[in-house]
């Protein structure tokens, strides 16, 4: 199986930073990456497909980049609904595997 | 607009059964590939299933192999997961999401809000 894992497990910011998170796979999986926002008691929202492509509706605050077995999700400019936990998600080989979430915190 | 609106959770006795359904509407269901994505009370996203839009293709989680069968009834836009011997480890919160293509290998874009299964005695 692929293994995901994502750094920071927890992030601390303000509205208005700019915050990445990072995401790392056991093998290379091309830019076969997905990221999504799970807001809590919610179900998680897709933001990013194929490593780079922003899903429709989702505010360009909001862009990712990699390819391989390294990968970034990038959030330019923290607003207050973007206090979520983000996981990242790769569908290059069955079994899909996600990463263990990143939880983005007010500071 | 997509819906998916999962139920049949509930309360079950280890090593009993449960079966899940999934409703959707707002789609041409049999165009996409379906799966059930669960998640243990306070962590993270494990998924469990997934069936191409034929059925010709089912995969599952290796802690569900063997236990857990993915199925849909395409006339009746719905998603099924029979889960059997079920253990104090499968309780979490389980999701049904909808596939961007007709293969298990995509990305998931639209979700349900989840039907809870607890496993305890």
């Known amino acids: 199986d692929i293994q995901m894992t994502q750094s920071p497990s927890s992030l601390s910011a303000s509205v208005g930073d700019r915050v990445t998170i990072t995401c790392r796979a056991s093998?290379?999986?091309?830019?076969?990456l997905n990221w999504y926002q799970q807001r809590p008691g919610k179900a998680p929202k897709l933001l990013i497909y194929?490593?780079?492509s922003l899903q429709s509706g989702v505010p360009s605050t909001f862009s990712g980049s990699g390819s391989g077995t390294d990968f970034t999700l990038t959030i330019s400019s923290l607003q207050p609904e973007d206090f979520a936990t983000y996981y990242c998600?790769?569908?290059?080989?069955?079994?899909?595997?996600f990463g263990q979430g990143t939880r983005l915190e007010i500071k | 607009e997509v819906q998916l609106v999962e139920s049949g959770g509930g309360l079950v006795q280890p090593g009993r059964s449960l079966r899940l359904s999934c409703a959707a509407s707002?789609?041409?269901?049999?165009?996409?590939?379906m799966h059930w994505v669960r998640q243990a009370p306070g962590k993270g996203l494990e998924w469990v299933a997934g069936?191409?839009?034929?059925?010709?293709?089912?995969d599952y989680a290796d802690s569900v192999k063997g236990r857990f069968t993915i199925s849909r009834d395409n006339a009746k836009n719905s998603l099924f997961l029979q889960m059997n011997s079920l253990r104090p480890e499968d309780t979490a919160l389980y999701f049904c999401?909808?596939?961007?293509?007709?293969?298990?290998?995509?990305?998931?874009?639209?979700w349900g809000q989840g039907t809870l299964v607890t496993v305890s005695s």
């Open positions: 194929d490593a780079s």
């Open positions: 093998q290379s999986i091309s830019t076969h």
């Open positions: 707002g789609l041409t269901f049999d165009d996409y590939a």
């Open positions: 998600q790769q569908t290059y080989r069955t079994p899909i595997t």
């Open positions: 069936i191409s839009w034929n059925t010709n293709i089912v």
């Open positions: 999401g909808k596939g961007y293509t007709a293969f298990i290998s995509g990305r998931v874009d639209y």
